[in-house]
């Protein structure tokens, strides 16, 4: 399936183990295709900086690297651009990144985008639903 992930999703999956390891995995296997954009790839990036994380730069540019490797990185073309869909402007990067890619769900932890449920024919769903659909 064609699939957008959150920027706390991938965190998640990289410092627990558990549900969003296992959507991440499913990517690397290649059960999965996934897609971001700069702007995510950004996000990814300064979140993982944060102190709280404990993390080195190297680690960081190593996972930044490791994402954009099992990932298809899309340019967002005017037409995909959307304003205001999500209540944190912030997330409306998802909802894009998913139109131009074609994809077919965000598996996302943030209530600002699961409370959509849906956006133009994307489903919205954490990973645990996600799984249950892609029989992970």
């Known amino acids: ?18 549900i969003p390891e296992t959507v991440v ?3 690397a296997d290649r059960s999965d295709t996934l897609f971001i954009s700069d702007a995510i790839l950004d996000e990814i990036d300064r979140t993982f900086r944060k102190p709280k994380f404990g993390r080195s730069e190297d680690h960081v540019v190593s996972f930044v690297a490791y994402i954009k490797k099992i990932g298809k990185i899309v340019t967002i073309s005017p037409e ?3 304003m205001g869909v999500c209540r944190d402007r912030r997330d409306d990067k998802y909802i894009e ?3 131009a890619a074609g994809a077919g769900y965000i598996i996302s932890g943030d209530r600002d985008l699961l409370d959509l449920k849906e956006y133009g024919g994307i489903k ?5 639903d996600y799984l249950d659909v892609a029989g992970g």
Not at 1 to 18: H, P, R, Y
Not at 124 to 128: F, G, K, L, Y
């Open 25 to 27: 995995n499913r990517v």
């Open 80 to 82: 995909h651009r959307v």
């Open 124 to 128: 919205i769903v954490n990973a645990r």
């Open 1 to 18: 399936m064609k699939i957008v992930i959150d920027a706390n999703m991938f965190i998640s999956a990289l410092i627990w183990d558990g």
């Open 97 to 99: 990144c998913a139109l």
